[in-house]
């Protein structure tokens, strides 16, 4: 009878054919290197991520807002232009005069021609309504606009948007 060819054998040992053992060669295995490729990557993401978080933070940390609810009597140079106009009377006064100076993060000009920001100043995302024709400032350009400070009207997120009466 006929042997057939198994692989590799070794002489029977209580009647049972054995297989000779396939050992790699010695050294560092797949799966370390998959390892360490996996370790590489993931502190590859740690730095991508740290330095998006440190850039955001460098955009959105400086500004600022200031507000003034006083009489105009009161008012210091900057809140002039406040009392000029009554503001929007469909929205929510948060406060009578407001000075914002952040970085510009959106330009959104809508068919009617007006004309709406979405601005950073210290931490703070606000909304921006330009008056109607005006001059769009370029995307990341640090502004300053005084005007009132109003509720938006998105029911569900709370934002607050001046209405920009000087923009400088």
């Not at 996996?38 to 955009?59: C, E, H, N, S, Y």
């Not at 509720?151 to 920009?164: C, G, K, P, S």
């Amino acid at each position: 009878m006929a042997q057939r060819d198994r692989g590799p054998e070794t002489a029977n040992v209580a009647g049972r054919a054995t297989k000779k053992l396939c050992l790699r060669p010695m050294g560092r295995s797949r799966d370390f290197r998959t390892v360490r490729a996996m370790r590489r990557g993931l502190k590859i993401a740690g730095v991508v991520v740290a330095a998006v978080t440190v850039a955001a933070a460098g955009l959105s940390a400086p500004g600022s807002k200031r507000t003034y609810d006083g009489p105009q009597a009161a008012a210091p140079g900057w809140a002039h232009p406040c009392f000029e106009r009554s503001p929007r009377p469909d929205r929510t006064l948060l406060h009578r005069c407001a000075r914002v100076r952040g970085r510009v993060l959106r330009v959104e000009r809508r068919p009617n021609d007006e004309l709406h920001l979405a601005i950073v100043a210290r931490w703070q995302l606000l909304i921006v309504k330009l008056e109607d024709g005006a001059d769009s400032p370029s995307l990341g350009s640090m502004v300053t606009f005084v005007g009132p400070l109003v509720r938006t009207h998105y029911r569900f997120v709370h934002l607050e948007e001046v209405e920009a009466f000087e923009f400088e």
